[in-house]
């Protein structure tokens, strides 16, 4: 598996974690690092999440990355079908994961890249798959070597 040659989901954990550089989530401070070499699709839900959970610090350092790689981090202010939303909650999926993966579907994106257990473990079957940035990380040591 390798992430650099197609659009990805960073979810709203990977950006906080990243952001906030948090020692215990230290492989997402790393994936921001590899922005430059990814494709990375940031949709609404995302946006609205990282609005309501950043301070105002981290705000403008997410949105100084978005502008510091306009070729490469694309922001998608569309809104999804709530029928595809409810097909998610219907799997399983709580709200938020419900939005994020009807997001994924509707963009036609494989990857999303998560540290949510619960987002980790609550699907099977979806279009796309789920990996740590951990995981992430990995498809870029492998080429590297």
């Not at 950043?54 to 490469?72: A, G, I």
């Amino acid at each position: 598996m390798t992430i650099e040659y197609e659009w990805i989901v960073l979810d709203t954990n990977v950006w906080i974690f990243g952001l906030r550089n948090q020692p215990e989530k230290i492989s997402c401070t790393h994936l921001l690092s590899m922005l430059p070499r990814l494709w990375v699709k940031v949709p609404r839900q995302v946006i609205l999440e990282l609005l309501a959970n950043l301070t105002e610090r981290e705000r403008r350092d997410f949105f100084y990355l978005v502008n510091q790689y306009p070729d490469r981090i694309d922001v998608s202010w569309d809104k999804v079908e709530l029928w595809l939303i409810r097909k998610y909650q219907a799997l399983g999926c709580k709200l938020g994961d419900a939005a994020i993966s009807a997001h994924l579907e509707a963009l036609d994106i494989n990857v999303l890249v998560s540290e949510n257990r619960d987002f980790l473990q609550e699907l099977t079957g979806q279009p796309f798959r789920v990996v740590s940035a951990e995981e992430a990380l990995k498809t870029f040591q492998k080429r590297d070597e």
